[in-house]
């Protein structure tokens, strides 16, 4: 079973234009919600990462929206660039436990 | 600071055949994780283990093991390969449990089994 739900699973954007995606997840007791960027041939890194005491966190042109009753967050991408082109994960954690459950992934494509 | 390095970086195998991958962080970090990436499904966990001689199974265990010998190394392997194991593995490191400790990812292993 799918801990996190991850939409859209491709994307395609216009330089300059905002991508967004969303991920869904079911147990209240997730408790970090990172996101990770991964280039092709390479690992996922870090990209930004929020707590839910907060409902939205921005990091230059990454933002994260953060919906605790609708147990939903997304990632927003300001004035997307061609170097944005890469496969997005979201994540959820509990404090407490020992591993990261995944989302499937979003493969972003912005066009010049 | 090299972070997490995996070796082999590509590898075919032969059904039946077996090999190890190898994780190496440097970064003393107490997790260490393995994980598989398939197509459409995302990041699943294979094994984990949250110090130097502990390992547990994760989402998708069958076929795999795993041993942490010592702290930096966490060697995943196949005993008996099949096509069905084909996919890019990542080894992941984290220093803490606790969700501002992040995961530190390797760069991955290309396996395919013919």
């Known amino acids: 079973q799918q801990q996190v739900k991850q939409s859209p699973q491709s994307l395609i954007v216009q330089k300059g234009g905002i991508s967004i995606i969303n991920c869904a997840y079911e147990n209240t007791a997730f408790d970090y919600f990172p996101w990770y960027q991964q280039f092709p041939g390479k690992g996922p890194a870090l990209l930004i990462a929020i707590r839910p005491d907060v409902s939205e966190k921005k990091e230059g042109r990454f933002t994260i929206s953060f919906n605790k009753s609708a147990k939903q967050f997304s990632l927003h991408i300001m004035d997307s660039q061609p170097g944005d082109s890469a496969t997005y994960f979201c994540?959820?954690?509990?404090?407490?436990?020992?591993?990261?459950?995944f989302g499937t992934g979003t493969s972003l494509t912005v066009i010049p | 600071n090299a972070g997490v390095t995996q070796t082999p970086k590509f590898r075919v195998l032969k059904t039946g055949q077996s090999m190890t991958l190898l994780c190496a962080q440097d970064m003393n970090h107490e997790y260490m994780y393995w994980y598989r990436q398939d197509p459409g499904m995302g990041l699943r966990l294979i094994h984990y283990?949250?110090?130097?001689?502990?390992?547990a199974k994760g989402e998708v265990p069958d076929g795999y093991n795993v041993s942490r010998l010592k702290k930096q190394n966490f060697l995943l392997g196949l005993e008996s390969a099949a096509p069905s194991q084909t996919s890019v593995y990542f080894c992941?490191?984290?220093?803490?449990?606790?969700?501002?400790?992040?995961?530190?990812f390797g760069s991955g292993t290309r396996l395919t089994v013919v």
């Open positions: 994540a959820a954690s509990i404090n407490t436990g020992n591993q990261f459950y």
């Open positions: 992941a490191s984290r220093k803490h449990r606790g969700g501002d400790y992040g995961y530190t």
């Open positions: 283990s949250v110090g130097e001689g502990t390992t």
